[in-house]
């Protein structure tokens, strides 16, 4: 499949000093995903590099290419088993 960053992406990456190697790895092998109520794909992965913490990937599914919309490590959800 064929992704994009977005602009905003690209800057919360540099910003929040995000390698974009993890944005990959996140969309390729979540840990689980769902579709949010914004119709997007929300995927998520525990990094170990970044202590385990949950990196949240977001999706619009509805564009060619996708485009990854934002990410950002999600204190708000737990690593579900």
């Not at 579709?35 to 170990?48: P, Q, V």
């Amino acid at each position: 499949m064929d992704f994009k960053l977005s602009a905003h992406t690209k800057n919360m990456l540099q910003e929040r000093e995000i390698p974009e190697e993890w944005v990959w790895r996140t969309i390729d092998k979540p840990d689980w995903e769902n579709i949010g109520e914004d119709n997007n794909i929300h995927y998520f992965k525990s990094i170990s590099e970044h202590g385990g913490r949950i990196l949240h990937v977001v999706v619009n599914q509805h564009i060619l290419p996708q485009k990854v919309v934002t990410v950002f490590f999600d204190r708000r959800v737990r690593r579900q088993e």
